[in-house]
């Protein structure tokens, strides 16, 4: 089964700045089979970026993801207000699909 | 619009039964994989289970619920459901239900439902 680690844990930083968000994979992610998922509090995930770097319908496009192997990266080019939340990458399998524990981004 | 809502959690004791249940709406619901994901207070999400579409003839599970749980669908209803039984204290999550998308044989969830509680606890 493949670990995924995010990091940082947490993020702080202001509305307008660049967010860069870590995701490594204990062994290679074939076919690039990651996304990346935004939660609120309080509410469902929603889908951001699947395939590692594939914007799922109606995401802004200051959402990027990229990556391959055993390192992916979710970028938010300029911080909105709404953008502050926990973000969760997955890696989906042939049998099973495992998430990274989080990485909350907070207002500095 | 795709629409899914969850009920059927509730309190519960240990060793005891649930029948979680999903009503979907907006698309085609044979046409799709459907999972349960979960969410302990204030932990990340655990993938609990999938079911395949039109056929339900694939099914998988979690470790830590395999042997306990069992998934099913009614595609006559647009229903999915979620049989859990002998729970434990840390079954205790919000139980999602979501659509998966799947592209040659790999699946991601693209639409997630609200949640219902599960308290597991004497």
């Known amino acids: 089964e493949v670990v995924l680690t995010q990091s940082p844990g947490t993020l702080s930083l202001s509305p307008g700045e660049r967010a860069s968000l870590s995701c490594r994979a204990s062994q290679s992610v074939s076919s690039s089979h990651l996304a990346w998922y935004q939660q609120k509090p309080g509410q469902a995930p929603r889908l951001l970026i699947f395939d590692a770097s594939s914007r799922a319908t109606g995401i802004p496009d200051r959402f990027s993801g990229s990556g391959s192997g055993t390192d992916f990266t979710l970028t938010i080019s300029r911080l909105e207000p709404e953008d502050f939340a926990v973000y969760y990458c997955?890696?989906?399998?042939?049998?099973?699909?495992?998430f990274g524990q989080g990485t909350k981004l907070e207002i500095k | 619009q795709v629409q899914l809502v969850e009920s059927g959690g509730a309190l519960v004791k240990p060793g005891g039964s649930l029948r979680l249940s999903c009503a979907a709406s907006g698309f085609t619901f044979s046409d799709y994989y459907m999972s349960w994901i979960r969410q302990a207070p204030g932990k990340g999400l655990e993938w609990v289970s999938y079911?395949?579409?039109?056929?339900?003839?694939?099914?998988n599970y979690a470790d830590s619920v395999k042997g306990r749980f069992t998934i099913s669908r009614d595609n006559a209803k647009n229903s999915l459901y979620l049989q859990m039984n002998s729970l434990r204290s840390e079954d205790t999550a919000v139980y999602y239900c979501?659509?998966?998308?799947?592209?040659?044989?790999?699946?991601?969830?693209?639409?997630w439902g609200q949640g219902t509680l599960v308290t597991v606890s004497s």
């Open positions: 079911i395949s579409g039109i056929s339900n003839t694939y099914t």
């Open positions: 997955q890696h989906y399998g042939s049998s099973s699909y495992t």
């Open positions: 979501a659509r998966d998308n799947c592209r040659g044989g790999r699946c991601f969830e693209d639409f």
